[in-house]
C-alpha cells in the first residue's frame, strides 16, 4: 500500500480525493487533511495567506503519522500566487517540515503538461481576471505557451464547489481554442473527477484538472505508476518526467 498526503484547503471539493482513490483501482491510498483557509478569497493577500508556511506546517504531521510516502499542497491559487521563485520556496519549506517529497497543484500542472509533451495549452480558470492571468504568468515561466486564458469571476472557493457538470463543461468549451494541445482547469475546489473521460472527447483533446493532477504529482514524487483511463490520458502515459 502507497499513501499520498494532500494538504487541502478548506471544504469544497474533497470528495473528489475519495472517487479518484476508487478511480485508480490500485493499492494506493489518499490522505487528505484540511487546511485553515482564512479569508476564502480568490485574492491575491488572502491566497498569500492561505499558502503561508505555518498554515500548511499545521497539517503536516498528521499526514506523516499516517504514513505518506509524499505530499502535495493540494491548491494551484495558493501556490502560483506566489511567483515561479515563490513558488519554488514554499515547496522547499514544506518538504523540509514534512520529511518527505513534497509539491503544489500549480507544479503538478507543469509537470502534466510536459508528461502529455504538449507546448500550447488554453486555460479555463474559475477565478477572477487578475488571478487568472497569474496563472497563466506561471506557466509562461515554465515555459509554456498558454493559447487563451477564460476567468469567471469566481471569488470564494465555497462557490466553485457548488457548480456541476453543466458549468464545468461550459467552462471547458469556452476556454478552449483551436491551437490548443490540452485544456487546462486550474482550480481544486472544482468537482472534475467524475467528468475526465468524457471532457476529452467534446473536446477532442487532453484535459487537465486540479485534483487529477494534484493525485498525479503525488504518485510521481513517490515514484508510483498507475494506468487508470477513467483518469484521462495524463494516466495511460508511462510518466517521462522523473521526481
Not at 481554442?177 to 468537482?191: G, I, K, M, R, S
Request: aromatic share 6%; glycine share 10%; charged share 20%.
Amino acid at each position: 500500500m502507497t499513501a499520498l498526503g494532500f494538504l487541502y484547503p478548506g471544504h469544497s471539493a474533497e470528495d473528489d480525493y475519495p472517487r479518484i482513490e476508487q478511480l485508480l483501482g490500485s493499492d494506493v491510498r489518499l490522505d487528505l487533511v484540511h487546511t485553515d483557509i482564512g479569508e476564502d478569497a480568490h485574492r491575491v493577500d488572502a491566497l498569500l495567506e492561505m499558502g503561508s508556511a505555518d498554515r500548511l506546517a499545521a497539517g503536516v504531521e498528521q499526514l506523516r503519522m499516517g504514513g505518506a510516502e509524499s505530499v502535495v499542497w493540494a491548491c494551484t491559487s495558493g501556490s502560483f500566487v506566489h511567483g515561479w521563485e515563490g513558488a519554488h520556496e514554499q515547496v522547499r519549506a514544506l518538504a523540509h517540515t514534512a520529511g518527505m517529497p513534497a509539491s503544489s497543484t500549480s507544479f503538478a500542472f507543469v509537470h502534466a503538461v510536459r508528461e502529455l509533451g504538449v507546448s500550447r495549452v488554453a486555460v479555463g480558470a474559475t477565478y477572477p481576471d487578475d488571478v487568472a492571468d497569474l496563472f497563466a504568468q506561471f506557466l509562461r515561466a515554465a515555459g509554456v505557451e498558454v493559447a487563451g486564458v477564460r476567468g469567471s469571476g469566481i471569488i470564494t472557493a465555497a462557490e466553485v464547489g457548488t457548480w456541476g457538470e453543466d458549468e464545468v463543461f461550459a467552462l471547458a468549451r469556452e476556454a478552449d481554442t483551436p491551437d490548443a494541445e490540452a485544456v487546462l482547469l486550474p482550480d481544486t475546489a472544482l468537482h472534475t473527477a467524475a467528468h475526465i473521460p468524457a471532457l476529452e472527447k467534446d473536446l477532442g483533446k487532453p484535459v487537465l484538472t486540479a485534483n487529477q493532477v494534484t493525485v498525479w504529482e503525488a504518485l510521481r514524487l513517490a515514484d508510483r505508476r498507475v494506468n487508470a483511463p477513467s483518469m484521462g490520458a495524463l494516466f495511460t502515459r508511462e510518466p517521462i518526467v522523473q521526481a
